[in-house]
């Protein structure tokens, strides 16, 4: 049974920092590609960060770029989200999510499974 457990959200004051970690089993991580999307109040859902399956290329929207980094440890089965200098806009219930294949896309649809989230508050 594939299952996705995140960890690491929070209160922070805005500049703060936050890693958060998703725990990956029940299937073959190091073969698919992997995301981070965060759902704010009254907002639709938001792709944050992908990682391709070999590490080998990453995506970040353009609001978090310089500020987040996704990275991945195939060996554990785990994947990353390193948060710095937090803004209160970044407050929001993050998700990871699995893609259908080793390479992420865009579309929030090409990823079939997603955990149920950890929850960032960004506040002073």
């Known amino acids: 049974q594939e299952r996705l457990v995140e960890s690491g959200g929070g209160l922070v004051q805005p500049g703060g920092s936050l890693r958060l970690s998703c725990a990956a089993s029940?299937?073959?991580?190091?073969?698919?590609?992997m995301g981070w999307f965060r759902r704010a109040p009254g907002k639709a859902s938001e792709l944050v960060a992908a990682?391709?399956?070999?590490?080998?290329?990453?995506y970040y929207t353009d609001s978090v770029k310089g500020r987040f980094t996704i990275a991945r440890d195939n060996a554990l089965n785990t994947l990353y989200l390193e948060m710095n200098n937090l803004k209160p806009e970044d407050t929001a219930l993050y998700s990871c999510?699995?893609?259908?294949?080793?390479?992420?896309?865009?579309?929030?649809?090409?990823?079939?499974?997603w955990g149920q989230g950890t929850q960032v508050t960004v506040t002073s």
């Open positions: 999510a699995k893609s259908q294949g080793p390479l992420f896309s865009l579309a929030p649809h090409s990823y079939g499974y």
């Open positions: 029940g299937f073959n991580f190091n073969l698919y590609a």
């Open positions: 990682i391709n399956s070999d590490d080998d290329r990453t």
